[in-house]
C-alpha cells in the first residue's frame, strides 16, 4: 500500500510559478514511477509528466513541455512538479500518482498507475 498526499496548490496569476510537492509513504520510495496528472473541470483527467524510478528518465505532455520539471527527492520520498509560466488553461486538481508494477520505464497512461492522491487545486486567473 502506498499513501500520496499533494501540497503546494494555489491562486496564481498568468505567468506565475508554483512548485506542487507529493509526499509518499508505506514502501520503498525508490522502487516506483511517479507521475503528475490533472484534471480541470468537465475533463478528463490528463497526463502531465512522468518520472522513473531513479529520475533519470522523464516524459512529458506537449502542453507543459519547456514550461513544467518533474523531480524527485527519493531520499525524502518526494516527487516535485515545479511549474513556470503558467497560464489559465493550467487551471485543474492536480494528483499525484504511483506505478508500482512496471519494467523501469517512465508510465504515461493512467491506468499504468496504482495508487493516486487526493489532489491539489491550482487556479490560475488572466
Known amino acids: 500500500q502506498v499513501q500520496l498526499v499533494e501540497s503546494g496548490g494555489g491562486l496564481v496569476q498568468a505567468g506565475d510559478s508554483l512548485r506542487l510537492s507529493c509526499a509518499a509513504s508505506g514502501r520503498t520510495f525508490s522502487s516506483y514511477a511517479m507521475g503528475w496528472f490533472r484534471q480541470a473541470p468537465g475533463k478528463e483527467r490528463e497526463v502531465v509528466a512522468g518520472?522513473?524510478?531513479?529520475?533519470?528518465?522523464?516524459r512529458y505532455a506537449d502542453s507543459v513541455k519547456g514550461r513544467f520539471t518533474i523531480s524527485r527527492d527519493n531520499a525524502k520520498n518526494t516527487v516535485f512538479l515545479q511549474m513556470n509560466s503558467l497560464k489559465p488553461e493550467d487551471t485543474a486538481v492536480y494528483y499525484c500518482a504511483a506505478e508500482i508494477s512496471g519494467s523501469g520505464a517512465v508510465p504515461f497512461e493512467l491506468s499504468e498507475y496504482d495508487y493516486w492522491g487526493q489532489g491539489t487545486q491550482v487556479t490560475v486567473s488572466s
Open positions: 518520472i522513473s524510478r531513479s529520475g533519470f528518465m522523464r
